[in-house]
């Protein structure tokens, strides 16, 4: 089951162009955003994949 | 030749006459003795404690702390007998990055190391390894690896045994025909020449109160951050102010590196992982992007088995019933750390930037010979928090992004407003006696010599001016045989 579908409580919100508490990230793969979850730094395609 | 000054009741020093007198037989005391000596030079070396740790001489360390932490280790970090702080030092050594001797925006106004600092220091890099026993080019031993970060790297370090410089160099300075190595020699005052610019001898006291004159063509102290500015400041006799302190600099911009927990990780790279003490350092790109000071992450797995007693049996039992339970895994890992296979936690070691407020100042209270005892006020500035910040966020993304490791922040590193309130420490105690160009920016000049008087140098981290992201006894070696050198040639 794909953890998207779940009901996420996130604490945080960090991707190249959205953190305010710093300058704008240039990373060096754009394409990657970051979640943070319960303090957890995760890729946002963490939590689109089904390992079960 | 050696002589325990307990044992000296008669004037008969007063007779001799050195080319140099060493105040502090730890690592760069020693190193610079032996250093001086192999150039042909006479060398009176005065260790305050004996060969032995006593608490008569660590008593001397005790002082107060009213900065961060609450700090007691500025009493216990350090140790006051011969080999000085050798003697419990962990071994790990490492140097400084080339963008570690720029003048940088960093440093808000504060100056950084002189032009030529690096080169002078680096010829004496195989010289120091030696030292401390690591094997030749063991910096470029990097462990072979996959890793292929953007913003850090993996840390470049090697390992002394560790050395400790009282077992390894007492039989060849007691042998010395150059080197006179005196205990429980206490220095007690800097006296000064009439026209005040330079020292005539050095009064140094044993544990029963007598006291000798040291005489020499030149000094030099190598006490330690907190000592070294202790004994400055306490020798105002000829000048009120201090030794070294006609601008209010001496004990000032005290430095640590910050020993801050991150927070956990959970491992995906475990290939990565098996490669012993994996560390990571920002890449000079991110350290300018961000403005932030340098640093070493440590990421300490929880990857080898254990041995356990009965009770410690039972514990890691009730641990893996935890940690192999999703469920239980989910929720207790809410409200505890457990030391869960491919679980770590983050340490790490970052650099403070010179900060005029973080000083070490004399207190009321006396030590055994009369001399006032310090006081510390470590402080951070919202440059430190802003590097410790950045380095959190950056390489949570980054071991994400890499499919390293997932790493769980603690929440002052996420949140600005939520204060930092774990700015551990390493006891690596640099500055006080900053070395500077301009003498209203420090104590010593770009050769170590105190700014105003002619035959004083000061050796020893407490001249750093930076302190860089590494740890210090190999810069400090480094830089101590380049002392040497130059002394030599005086």
Same mark, same amino acid.
């Given at each position: 089951?794909?953890?998207?579908?779940? @009901?996420?409580?996130?604490?945080?919100? %960090?991707?190249?162009?959205?953190?305010?508490?710093?300058?704008?990230?240039? #990373? @060096?793969?754009?394409?990657?955003?970051? %979640?943070?979850?319960?303090?957890?730094?995760?890729?946002?395609?963490?939590? #689109?994949?089904?390992?079960? | 030749?050696?002589?325990?000054?307990?044992?000296?009741?008669?004037?008969?020093?007063?007779?001799?006459?050195?080319?140099?007198?060493?105040?502090?037989?730890?690592?760069?005391?020693?190193?610079?003795?032996?250093?001086?000596?192999?150039?042909?030079?006479?060398?009176?070396?005065?260790?305050?404690?004996?060969?032995?740790?006593?608490?008569?001489?660590?008593?001397?360390?005790?002082?107060?702390?009213?900065?961060?932490?609450?700090?007691?280790?500025?009493?216990?970090?350090?140790?006051?007998?011969?080999?000085?702080?050798?003697?419990?030092?962990?071994?790990?050594?490492?140097?400084?990055?080339?963008?570690?001797?720029?003048?940088?925006?960093?440093?808000?106004?504060?100056?950084?190391?002189?032009?030529?600092?690096?080169?002078?220091?680096?010829?004496?890099?195989?010289?120091?390894?030696?030292?401390?026993?690591?094997?030749?080019?063991?910096?470029?031993?990097?462990?072979?690896?996959?890793?292929?970060?953007?913003?850090?790297?993996?840390?470049?370090?090697?390992?002394?045994?560790?050395?400790?410089?009282?077992?390894?160099?007492?039989?060849?300075?007691?042998?010395?025909?150059?080197?006179?190595?005196?205990?429980?020699?206490?220095?007690?005052?800097?006296?000064?020449?009439?026209?005040?610019?330079?020292?005539?001898?050095?009064?140094?006291?044993?544990?029963?109160?007598?006291?000798?004159?040291?005489?020499?063509?030149?000094?030099?102290?190598?006490?330690?951050?907190?000592?070294?500015?202790?004994?400055?400041?306490?020798?105002?006799?000829?000048?009120?102010?201090?030794?070294?302190?006609?601008?209010?600099?001496?004990?000032?911009?005290?430095?640590?590196?910050?020993?801050?927990?991150?927070?956990?990780?959970?491992?995906?790279?475990?290939?990565?992982?098996?490669?012993?003490?994996?560390?990571?350092?920002?890449?000079?790109?991110?350290?300018?992007?961000?403005?932030?000071?340098?640093?070493?992450?440590?990421?300490?797995?929880?990857?080898?088995?254990?041995?356990?007693?009965?009770?410690?049996?039972?514990?890691?039992?009730?641990?893996?019933?935890?940690?192999?339970?999703?469920?239980?895994?989910?929720?207790?890992?809410?409200?505890?750390?457990?030391?869960?296979?491919?679980?770590?936690?983050?340490?790490?070691?970052?650099?403070?930037?010179?900060?005029?407020?973080?000083?070490?100042?004399?207190?009321?209270?006396?030590?055994?010979?009369?001399?006032?005892?310090?006081?510390?006020?470590?402080?951070?500035?919202?440059?430190?928090?802003?590097?410790?910040?950045?380095?959190?966020?950056?390489?949570?993304?980054?071991?994400?992004?890499?499919?390293?490791?997932?790493?769980?922040?603690?929440?002052?590193?996420?949140?600005?407003?939520?204060?930092?309130?774990?700015?551990?420490?390493?006891?690596?105690?640099?500055?006080?006696?900053?070395?500077?160009?301009?003498?209203?920016?420090?104590?010593?000049?770009?050769?170590?010599?105190?700014?105003?008087?002619?035959?004083?140098?000061?050796?020893?981290?407490?001249?750093?001016?930076?302190?860089?992201?590494?740890?210090?006894?190999?810069?400090?070696?480094?830089?101590?045989?380049?002392?040497?050198?130059?002394?030599?040639?005086?």
């Amino acid at each position: 089951m794909a953890l998207a579908a779940q @009901p996420l409580v996130l604490n945080g919100l %960090i991707t190249p162009d959205q953190s305010s508490q710093s300058p704008a990230i240039s #990373l @060096p793969q754009q394409q990657a955003d970051y %979640i943070v979850v319960g303090g957890w730094t995760l890729l946002k395609s963490d939590l #689109l994949t089904d390992e079960s | 030749m050696f002589i325990d000054l307990n044992s000296v009741s008669n004037n008969s020093i007063e007779a001799k006459s050195y080319d140099f007198c060493i105040c502090g037989a730890g690592p760069s005391g020693i190193t610079l003795a032996r250093k001086l000596a192999t150039l042909g030079k006479t060398v009176a070396l005065l260790e305050g404690g004996a060969l032995e740790y006593t608490e008569e001489s660590q008593e001397i360390y005790r002082g107060q702390s009213l900065g961060l932490n609450n700090w007691e280790a500025i009493t216990n970090c350090r140790l006051r007998y011969f080999g000085g702080t050798s003697n419990h030092w962990g071994g790990r050594c490492s140097f400084f990055d080339k963008i570690d001797f720029e003048q940088r925006e960093l440093f808000a106004g504060m100056s950084g190391w002189p032009a030529g600092s690096h080169q002078k220091m680096f010829k004496h890099l195989q010289d120091a390894c030696e030292i401390v026993d690591i094997p030749r080019d063991s910096f470029k031993a990097l462990p072979k690896s996959h890793w292929k970060g953007d913003f850090f790297r993996l840390s470049e370090r090697a390992f002394s045994p560790p050395t400790r410089f009282r077992t390894k160099y007492i039989e060849e300075l007691k042998r010395s025909e150059k080197i006179d190595l005196y205990i429980n020699a206490n220095l007690t005052d800097i006296r000064l020449h009439d026209a005040l610019s330079a020292v005539s001898y050095f009064e140094v006291k044993n544990f029963h109160g007598k006291a000798h004159k040291f005489s020499a063509k030149h000094y030099v102290i190598a006490a330690g951050a907190s000592e070294t500015a202790k004994l400055l400041l306490n020798f105002n006799k000829q000048l009120p102010q201090g030794i070294g302190n006609q601008h209010d600099m001496v004990g000032r911009c005290f430095m640590e590196h910050f020993n801050v927990n991150f927070g956990n990780f959970v491992v995906e790279d475990h290939l990565l992982f098996k490669e012993p003490d994996l560390q990571f350092t920002p890449s000079e790109t991110f350290m300018r992007k961000f403005n932030i000071g340098n640093a070493v992450l440590d990421f300490d797995a929880n990857v080898r088995a254990r041995d356990f007693g009965r009770l410690k049996e039972l514990k890691k039992s009730a641990r893996e019933f935890v940690c192999q339970s999703e469920t239980m895994t989910n929720i207790a890992r809410n409200f505890a750390e457990f030391d869960c296979e491919g679980d770590g936690v983050i340490s790490s070691l970052i650099e403070q930037v010179p900060n005029m407020n973080s000083r070490i100042t004399l207190n009321a209270e006396k030590d055994h010979f009369g001399l006032r005892r310090v006081t510390l006020n470590w402080q951070a500035s919202p440059a430190d928090d802003m590097t410790i910040r950045h380095l959190g966020r950056e390489i949570a993304k980054e071991l994400a992004r890499t499919k390293v490791a997932r790493i769980k922040l603690k929440d002052f590193i996420l949140d600005d407003n939520i204060p930092i309130d774990d700015y551990g420490h390493h006891c690596h105690q640099m500055g006080t006696t900053r070395m500077s160009i301009d003498p209203k920016n420090g104590v010593v000049d770009a050769n170590q010599k105190v700014h105003g008087i002619d035959n004083l140098y000061i050796a020893g981290a407490s001249v750093y001016p930076t302190g860089g992201g590494c740890n210090p006894t190999l810069t400090l070696l480094m830089m101590t045989l380049g002392l040497g050198e130059y002394l030599a040639k005086l």
